[in-house]
């Protein structure tokens, strides 16, 4: 793997929502924490659509996704980018990763597999077509090791904790986790501002890098916006859409959670603009949940 950005590489942010239901306020303070984290550090900001799983696209959500980008008025850099449009680059990259012998076709179901959540190497040796068969990446018990940039040390062994996992699902349908890699490399992303919930998912996401050969990411996990359950705010937990026609006020609830200073209430670019010069990482709570509640 090459060296992990230096300090001197431009600073490039994203956020990369996918349309299997509308924005909650969950994903608000995700837009937020990494739209102002990018500018602050005189970066880039840029949006990504993440519909690679095209069965739990929901009907509506990419547009409401889209009016909330507009109504809240978010300065973004480059043109927005979908991953529905790309599925020749992630075959591409499996392609690479089949001539370094680091991917393997699986034959297994879910029934076959049952609860086990450790993939056990069933069909590494035994050579399948990759026609009509998941394809698996090989990993190793070498632990990963990345420091959050709000989370501390983290450690994670994929041998032990999960197994050779799929890039690529029987039916075609490209896993998320190859196809973040590979847009966060191409977009030239070096920091990645996201919720805690995707926390497990990042020693895959550099055991991938690794593999390919891209620079190493800067990571930073969000505390998670929880309802009156005390669940993450989520699509499967019924969370309440945001309403484009209250950005401003829900832009102040969000800098609030995000424990940021006080921004006057105005027109949403200029609350940003605001939000970004007074804008401090350092005090956004280091934890995994928020405290209180949001819708």
């Not at 090459?2 to 996918?18: I, L």
């Not at 991917?103 to 069933?122: E, H, P, V, W």
């Not at 940039?149 to 039916?171: C, S």
């Not at 921004?263 to 603009?273: F, G, I, T, Y």
């Amino acid at each position: 793997m090459s060296d992990q950005h230096s300090e001197h590489t431009p600073y490039r942010g994203r956020f990369a929502p996918s349309p299997t239901g509308p924005l909650h306020f969950g994903s608000l303070i995700t837009a937020v924490a990494s739209y102002c984290e990018a500018k602050s550090n005189h970066g880039k900001w840029l949006v990504r659509i993440e519909d690679t799983d095209i069965p739990r696209i929901y009907p509506g959500s990419e547009t409401h996704i889209l009016q909330c980008l507009e109504a809240f008025e978010f300065e973004i850099d480059e043109q927005i980018l979908f991953q529905k449009d790309r599925l020749d680059i992630y075959n591409d990259v499996l392609e690479q990763l089949h001539q370094k012998h680091a991917i393997y076709a699986c034959q297994c179901t879910r029934k076959m597999l049952g609860s086990n959540a450790i993939y056990q190497g069933t069909c590494k040796n035994l050579h399948l077509d990759f026609e009509h068969q998941a394809i698996r990446v090989k990993v190793n018990e070498d632990p990963i090791t990345f420091i959050d940039i709000l989370q501390g040390e983290q450690t994670a062994n994929l041998a032990t904790e999960l197994g050779d996992f799929v890039l690529k699902r029987r039916d075609g349908i490209i896993n998320y986790q190859l196809a973040v890699v590979v847009d966060d490399y191409l977009q030239g992303i070096t920091h990645v501002v996201r919720g805690a919930d995707l926390l497990d998912n990042t020693a895959r996401q550099i055991w991938l890098g690794k593999l390919l050969d891209y620079p190493q990411l800067r990571y930073l996990h969000l505390p998670l916006a929880m309802n009156d359950q005390g669940q993450k705010l989520s699509k499967q937990n019924l969370a309440q859409a945001l309403d484009p026609s209250n950005a401003s006020k829900l832009l102040q609830q969000a800098f609030s959670a995000l424990q940021q200073p006080d921004v006057a209430l105005d027109r949403p670019s200029n609350m940003l603009k605001q939000a970004v010069q007074q804008w401090q990482i350092h005090r956004v709570p280091q934890t995994t949940m928020l405290s209180g509640t949001y819708f």
